[in-house]
């Protein structure tokens, strides 16, 4: 069973900086794509990000273009969402899951998420 665990969020001011990470198990990590997804209070999950596999090929939400990074380290199980300039439209809980390129979540193992909340 796939297993995810994100954490990383916190409360910042507008125009903060956060990192987030998210670890997997249960599954071969090097050989799937992987995203971030985030979920506001009242609203439907949304995507954020996605890395290709190899690291090589990146997708994102129009919104977070240029402020966020999405990276991955394979011998870590790991995937990192480098979130800057920090938006309070940005307050959310963020989740990460395998994706079916570009952007769909493509596992129903959900993990807790982080959650991040941007202060104006």
């Known amino acids: 069973q796939v297993h995810m665990v994100e954490f990383g969020g916190g409360t910042v001011q507008a125009g903060g900086s956060l990192r987030l990470s998210c670890t997997a198990s249960?599954?071969?990590?090097?050989?799937?794509?992987m995203g971030w997804f985030r979920q506001a209070p009242g609203k439907e999950r949304e995507f954020v990000a996605s890395?290709?596999?190899?690291?090589?090929?990146?997708y994102y939400k129009e919104s977070v273009k240029g402020r966020f990074t999405i990276s991955r380290a394979n011998a870590k199980n790991t995937v990192y969402l480098q979130m800057t300039s920090l938006k309070p439209e940005d307050t959310a809980v963020y989740f990460c899951?395998?994706?079916?390129?570009?952007?769909?979540?493509?596992?129903?193992?959900w993990g807790q998420g982080t959650q991040v909340t941007v202060s104006s």
């Open positions: 890395i290709r596999w190899t690291g090589n090929y990146t």
């Open positions: 899951n395998i994706i079916t390129w570009p952007d769909n979540a493509d596992s129903d193992d």
């Open positions: 249960g599954l071969t990590f090097n050989l799937y794509d």
